[in-house]
């Protein structure tokens, strides 16, 4: 898990959607990410657990953020 406060930082090497949900799975955000590096504004969002999805048409990746 990766505590954040207002952002979200994140590095990829291609162009990729993402989701952020809450623990109840409401869709929060439904983006694009570009490549290189990418900030995600979560400072709108209350404290608690949020898990983040990125994903293109090959892979998909969840990690689970703690936003304190």
Do not use: C, M, Q, W
């Amino acid at each position: 898990s990766n505590p954040v406060k207002e952002y979200i930082f994140i590095s990829i090497d291609e162009k990729v959607n993402f989701l952020l949900s809450n623990i109840n799975g409401e869709i929060l955000l439904n983006d694009e990410l570009n490549v290189g590096n990418n900030k995600i504004d979560v400072s709108k969002y209350a404290k608690g657990v949020y898990f983040l999805r990125v994903h293109n048409y090959e892979k998909s990746t969840t990690k689970k953020i703690i936003i304190h």
